[in-house]
């Protein structure tokens, strides 16, 4: 009847394993980080995951997450940027991949997980070359003194003391994009 019954009863299962056999698992800060982690893994696994609902699947996703921060840290350095504009540009590339790949899926016919995976190859290749090209690296420099980004880290990175215990603000953005996606599977067709 509820397919998500499984899931839960899975991750009580692992949670409690891990209250068991690591001591240190059992504090509030232990908590508080590996909700962190889940909270950037799961922001990207639901998108991916409305996409594998419907029939698809998308092997770029992650690589695209690295294009569009590595090309917003470019722009935002290179071109003296305020942040958010940096932000707002990264948005719009990974849309565009997004859109490239679903475009191709639609047009050619040929299975999402082929175009995904051409897409993340092509991806990879070009966020090596281009940051090379760029910053004759392979990391971008800080853009921690650039204009905006203390507002766009207090937006994205900043943490919430709770208690005594710190949690990150992914973790607020990951239950906020949880409700939207509930909301979409079972309020939309």
């Not at 639901?46 to 092997?59: K, R, T």
């Amino acid at each position: 009847m509820r397919p998500e019954a499984a899931s839960i009863l899975g991750a009580v299962i692992v949670f409690a394993l891990f209250m068991a056999v690591a001591p240190s698992f059992r504090s509030f800060a232990a908590f508080s980080t590996v909700l962190y982690a889940s909270s950037t893994i799961g922001i990207m696994s639901l998108a991916v995951g409305l996409l594998m609902i419907g029939g698809e699947f998308d092997l770029s996703s992650g690589v695209a997450v690295t294009t569009g921060a590595l090309a917003a840290t470019m722009m935002n350095y290179n071109w003296h940027l305020n942040s958010w504009t940096g932000v707002v540009l990264s948005l719009l590339l990974a849309v565009a991949i997004g859109t490239f790949n679903g475009v191709l899926v639609m047009k050619t016919g040929l299975d999402s997980f082929l175009i995904t995976l051409a897409s993340f190859l092509m991806l990879q290749g070009l966020n090596l070359a281009i940051t090379k090209w760029v910053t004759n690296a392979v990391s971008t420099p800080s853009i921690s003194d650039m204009q905006g980004f203390g507002s766009a880290k207090d937006v994205f990175a900043s943490s919430i003391t709770i208690g005594s215990v710190s949690v990150k603000i992914t973790v607020l953005w990951w239950l906020v994009f949880v409700a939207i996606a509930t909301y979409v599977l079972y309020s939309t067709r």
